[in-house]
């Protein structure tokens, strides 16, 4: 898997989008960029994951560059309950969930 | 609710002691696993099991033993633990071989304490 860098911790005003970049300049051709993210005490929650092209759900969006260097994770109008540790993975697709997490980053959303 | 259901969520057990912790999913999904998280640490990955085999232990003591008596239910039995040993522990799910076997499902954890 490749190593992937994301700041320690970030601050984000309520409504405003969050943006939480991730490098992961050694990253492979098969690897994707996963998303989880982890609120206090609970699970890690699955967020979105890409491959080279732009994705959108429910939840996020995920802008990754076209060098595929790095990748932004995007929470478009962040709400007190979005604050939680953000954990970027780059690994193969069907890696069986053997996912190697980092430090993440922390995100508080302020009122 | 994410699918994955662990018992106890809280659990105190002293170092004779032995427990078990139980996971429960829900999706379907073939392939399960025990992750864990001691305090300012990452996840830590210690057993996955793939259609109930044991395909990977992570240099994991002895002292936790895994059991997956089907594809739908994981077991961690406890004994002789250290009081290093307390941490979260989690379980998860996924389906390999459909190009989202790194989609996982978590529960919720079972805190453990060792005393």
């Known amino acids: 898997d490749a190593k992937t860098t994301q700041p320690t911790s970030m601050d984000c005003a309520e409504g405003r989008a969050a943006n939480l970049p991730c490098n992961h300049s050694t990253i492979s051709g098969n690897e994707y960029v996963y998303w989880y993210r982890q609120i206090h005490s609970q699970g890690p929650q699955y967020i979105i994951h890409?491959?080279?092209n732009n994705e959108t759900n429910e939840m996020a969006s995920l802008i990754i560059t076209e060098d595929r260097k790095s990748s932004t994770l995007i929470l478009p109008h962040a709400t007190l309950r979005d604050t939680a540790v953000y954990y970027c993975i780059a690994t193969g697709r069907d890696n069986t969930g053997k996912l190697i997490f980092g430090q993440g980053t922390t995100l508080q959303v302020k009122p | 609710e994410t699918g994955v259901t662990q018992t106890p969520r809280h659990l105190v057990m002293g170092m004779t002691n032995k427990k078990s912790l139980k996971c429960e999913q829900h999706?379907?999904?073939?392939?399960m696993y025990w992750y864990k998280q001691s305090a300012k640490k990452p996840l830590e990955l210690m057993f996955v099991?793939?259609?109930?085999?044991?395909?990977e232990n992570n240099s994991v003591p002895s002292r936790f033993s895994p059991e997956c008596p089907n594809s739908s239910h994981l077991f961690l039995h406890l004994h002789t633990l250290q009081p290093e040993d307390s941490a979260l522990y989690l379980c998860a799910s996924s389906q390999p071989g459909t190009g989202d076997g790194n989609t996982i499902y978590f529960g919720e954890g079972s805190w453990l304490t060792v005393v």
């Open positions: 099991y793939n259609f109930k085999e044991q395909t």
């Open positions: 890409g491959l080279k």
């Open positions: 999706l379907g999904h073939n392939a």
